[in-house]
């Protein structure tokens, strides 16, 4: 069969690479990809991005399936539309997708449903914001309510930043953010600590088959430091998801969201993604919901993952069936079995010059080594004229490694990257720290 990935990252890349192993593949296109995805033989790159023309072009082409890799094209209602032609795709309805794409909606959907997640207020009124702020002081969190690619959060530590970053998400136009109906809000929500972790689901309706875990860093320099980004890194599993918390993550955040929905007209499909807080005590908070995979998390869980990636996406895209034992509906994703590889899998994002602020684009990548069975660059922000990768945007490249243990695969994924030369590259030299600092 032939599949389309909508999107241009390194997870779009990871998803195409495993889909592409599958047996009944014919060609994976990927619609824009980018510099990986165009060089690589069993993938092909389709240079559409209006939704409609690469429905269509879809529909001609014959695709089987499709994968959709970010939150921009769910929340602009990609899934609607494949659907409302009969075709079949991976992703939530735009409706489903506003847990992710407003955090104002997801954040009153988990106290609906009583979800764990941090007490907030939101606001679009500037003063009631600033009085907010100062009644509960620092450290704490402000949230721009719209899209805005991992960069519309602000952890206050001062009250002065916080201060700041209210007059930044509400009256400039510089916050980057695309806001939902009704303009320019914020969630201001208590500060919560702990260590964090991402755990992803792949649902249709009620029924929910967990993804390894993992774990990201969000911010862009060593030890936790810096600004927060997109992702820097990220590895599979995650200890501190321990058996208990993973039982406990299922039961009290996942299994409410996919009732909740239900309940409330928008039957959850695609890939959940709960970024979890979990405090020393092993409580666990919703810090948000993401409608997708992450990124760079896909790219260290594709590499473990053993299964055909087409069987259990196709799966997930099945309706369910009724069963004579049980009033709730069997799903096909209920008898699906995950497979991992047992090593562990980490990923090192390296960024241009200037990320995540001003990034600087158009330099020359150098010297990109070849796959190996236990290393694979994931491509993202590159693009490939004969015999050149140049940088199209903030994250350039993900150095993916497996290794025995946590230190086995940073010390592959690290000299690896010895190898590789753009001009500014930067990237974190510590990725995987916290599961090092556990084991
Ligand atoms: P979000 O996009 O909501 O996940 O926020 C991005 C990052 O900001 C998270 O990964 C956390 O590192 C941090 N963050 C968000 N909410 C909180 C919170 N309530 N307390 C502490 N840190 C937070
Ligand atoms: N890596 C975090 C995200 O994809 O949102």
């Known amino acids: ?46 240079p559409i991005t209006d939704l409609i023309a690469l ?34 795709i991976v992703g939530p309805s735009k409706d489903a997708a506003q847990l992710e794409s407003s955090k104002a909606f997801s954040k009153a959907f988990m106290q609906r449903h009583g979800i764990p997640t941090a007490a907030f207020e939101t606001f679009s009124d500037v003063s009631l914001a600033h009085a907010y702020v100062a009644q509960h002081g ?34 400039s136009d510089t916050a980057g953010v695309v806001h939902n109906k009704g303009g320019a809000r914020v969630v201001i929500e208590e500060f919560l600590e702990g260590q964090e972790a991402s755990f992803m ?20 320099l060593d030890q936790d430091q810096g600004p927060n980004t997109g992702g820097m890194g990220a590895y599979s599993p995650a200890p501190v998801v321990t058996p208990e918390i993973h039982a406990k993550v299922l039961r009290e955040i996942i ?82 079995d995950l497979q991992w590889d047992r090593r562990v899998a980490l990923g090192v994002v390296l960024a241009s010059h200037g990320y995540p602020q001003k990034v600087r684009t ?35 490249l993900c150095v993916s490694a497996l290794g025995d243990t946590l230190t086995q695969a940073q010390q592959l994924a690290y000299e690896t990257i010895k190898h590789i030369q753009f001009g500014g590259m930067q990237y974190r030299s510590d990725i995987g720290w916290r599961a090092k600092r556990e084991t």
């Open 1 to 46: 069969m032939k599949i389309l990935v909508i999107g241009s990252g390194g997870r779009e890349h990871a998803l195409a690479w495993k889909l592409a192993q599958s047996k009944r593949v014919q060609c994976v296109y990927v619609a824009p990809g980018n510099g990986g995805t165009a060089c690589d033989a069993r993938l092909q790159n389709v």
């Open 55 to 88: 429905c269509d072009w879809a529909q001609s082409e014959g695709i089987a399936l499709t994968v959709v890799g970010p939150e921009g094209p769910l929340s602009s209602g990609v899934v609607d539309l494949f659907r409302s032609r009969s075709m079949r």
């Open 138 to 171: 620092a450290p704490i969190v402000i949230k721009a309510d719209g899209l805005a690619a991992g960069k519309g959060v602000v952890v206050a530590m001062t009250l002065a930043h916080a201060h700041e970053a209210i007059d930044w998400m509400l009256l």
């Open 201 to 220: 689901v792949l649902c249709n309706g009620l029924s929910a088959l967990p993804l390894a875990t993992s774990q990201d860093h969000k911010r862009l």
């Open 255 to 336: 299994r409410p969201t996919l009732e909740g929905m239900m309940k409330e007209g928008m039957p959850f499909t695609g890939f959940l993604y709960a970024g979890l807080m979990i405090s020393s005590s092993g409580e666990v908070k919703t810090l948000e919901f993401n409608t997708r995979l992450g990124d760079p998390e896909t790219q260290p869980i594709m590499m473990r993952l053993k299964n055909d990636w087409v069987d259990v996406l196709w799966a997930s895209t099945e309706p369910s069936v009724h069963s004579d034992a049980s009033s709730r509906a069997i799903h096909p994703l209920d008898r699906m």
């Open 362 to 396: 158009g330099d020359l990548i150098e010297s990109l080594p070849k796959e190996s069975e236990d290393c694979v660059v994931f491509h993202a922000g590159t693009s490939y004229a004969p015999s050149q990768w140049k940088t199209t945007g903030g994250r350039v």
